[in-house]
């Protein structure tokens, strides 16, 4: 199994409570993501209901934000897959359920601080590939982009093509492959 896990330096304390009391809507619930009608559940139910994201489940509790996606805001989890923890090497994961601090900055560079639906994701034309950036709860960025293929990727982790958005009543889900750079 390869590392392929790059952390990086933390943000300053608070900093996510700040974008998550930003990105809360204080306007109407919305009723649907994604063309797709919203349910009961929040983002914490939908990971919590799908086995393969156990280990991301058992992470976020580790971290204590679980409280934070439950609330009423508009997010995107990208929620690695149990395939993803597997690749890494044994110290990382160490590392990562050691360190609560690490552990919270692991799950908010997957938390974006807005609903980004697969249809809204395109396929770049030009050199770089970084043109769909979106921000995240830690406050990093995140490139998109859809390849010739037709395949969705977030930074280098590929989307997982089964099911892509999966819908709560406060944001919405996509599975990813590997995890993205803490």
């Known amino acids: ?4 896990v790059e952390i990086r330096g933390g943000r300053e304390e608070g ?6 009391e930003n990105s809360k809507s204080y306007t109407e619930k919305k009723t649907e ?12 139910d939908v990971v919590a209901n799908i086995s393969h994201f ?6 976020i509790k580790f971290a204590g934000v679980e409280t934070k ?9 990208l929620a690695p897959n149990n395939q993803a923890f597997n690749i890494l090497d044994n110290e990382t994961v160490e590392k990562l359920f050691s360190d609560q601090k690490l552990a919270r900055q692991a799950v908010l560079r997957h938390t974006l601080t807005e609903v980004l639906c697969c249809s809204a994701i ?4 030009g050199i770089l590939f970084n043109t769909s950036r979106r921000r995240t709860v830690s406050g990093s960025l995140i490139s998109f982009r859809k390849a010739a293929s037709g395949n ?9 093509e089964v099911v892509c958005d999966r819908v709560a009543g406060n944001g919405v889900l996509h599975g990813i492959r590997r995890l993205l750079a803490i």
């Open 33 to 44: 993501y994604c063309g797709v009608k919203v349910t009961a559940d929040n983002l914490m």
């Open 122 to 125: 395109s396929r770049n034309s």
């Open 69 to 77: 996606l439950s609330r009423d805001t508009s997010l995107t989890v």
């Open 152 to 160: 969705l990727y977030a930074d280098k982790s590929q989307l997982e």
């Open 54 to 59: 156990s280990t991301f489940l058992k992470l």
């Open 1 to 4: 199994p390869n590392d392929n």
């Open 15 to 20: 900093y996510e409570e700040n974008i998550l």
